[in-house]
């Protein structure tokens, strides 16, 4: 199966390259988009020189993380996006035709490279968040890194998931579910402790993108010592469960359009 999505992955990166002029210009475009945000948190903290005691480069790290986990999620899974068109025109009937998993088929309907640009963009600030935090990189550290940004990809991919999964019953995508993904990137450019205690709570029990942000962050931060908050990015993972089982709700009680 990898060998096939490698497949479909090559099929994709040439029809986009078909057009070249289109496809920088998209990109370059989607990294200005995201330098934007980049520049508002630094002439914030030009004015502001610490949020809830974390520094201009602690915030930096902290949104490279976040934003390279959600990046990562536009790019592989950007076919939940478009799902309910998948219904409206009939295109879930071939797929449920075909021999392969429905969520394959759909993870390698779409990728969307125009969000390189965004990836480049969360490289440039992590790498700088890297250099300028003066973390003590250990093992641990290290790991905790790898695991918050795998956990936050998968993550939201859960949360595309979920979104594609709703189109079942409501045959279109919700609005409010950007709530929940580019929201989610809008207020997780800063530690979820500066929002409150009722926040905090919600995205560790609710939602957990505390738990691929947040409690990890600490750890490498060194604001905390236990050595627990460097796998809670794998529970966080745990979020995948409940949005696969609405999935195979929604396949159960699919009934073709007719297109």
């Known amino acids: 199966m990898i060998r096939l999505y490698i497949k479909y992955f090559e099929i994709h990166l040439k029809s986009a390259m078909q057009f070249k002029g289109s496809f920088f210009a998209t990109i370059i475009s989607q990294f200005l988009t995201s330098f934007t945000v980049f520049l508002g948190i630094t002439f914030m903290f030009q004015r502001f020189h610490k949020v ?13 993380i976040m934003l390279m986990g959600f990046g990562l999620a536009q790019l592989f899974s950007s076919g939940f996006r478009v799902f309910d068109s998948m219904i409206s025109n009939g295109q ?5 035709c075909r ?23 969360a490289v440039v600030m992590l790498v700088y968040g890297l250099i300028t935090c003066h973390v ?3 093992a641990a550290r290290v790991l905790t890194l790898a695991l918050m940004i ?10 595309f998931l979920l979104d594609g999964s709703i189109a079942f019953f409501t045959l279109q995508g919700l609005e409010f579910m950007n709530v929940f993904t580019y929201g989610a990137i809008e207020h997780g ?7 409150g205690r009722e926040m905090l709570l919600f995205c560790t029990f609710v939602i957990p993108y505390a738990l691929v942000q947040y409690y990890p962050l600490t750890y ?22 409940p949005c696969w089982i609405v999935w195979r709700i929604g396949v159960h009680k699919y009934k073709s359009t007719g297109s």
Not at 52 to 64: H, I, M, N, P, R
Not at 189 to 194: A, D, F, N, V
Request: aromatic content about 16%.
């Open 99 to 121: 021999p392969r998993n429905e969520i394959f088929q759909v993870l390698a309907f779409r990728i969307d490279f125009a969000r390189l640009g965004m990836l480049v963009q």
């Open 92 to 96: 879930f009937d071939r797929i449920l």
């Open 220 to 241: 490498i931060l060194g604001l905390s010592s236990n050595p627990l908050l460097i796998f809670l990015p794998l529970v966080a993972c745990l979020f995948m469960a």
């Open 189 to 195: 450019k800063y530690p979820l402790s500066i929002y």
């Open 150 to 159: 795998v956990g936050g990809f998968i993550l939201f991919c859960a949360l």
């Open 136 to 138: 003590d990189w250990t």
């Open 52 to 64: 809830a005691d974390f520094s201009y480069e602690q915030v930096v790290l902290c949104y490279g």
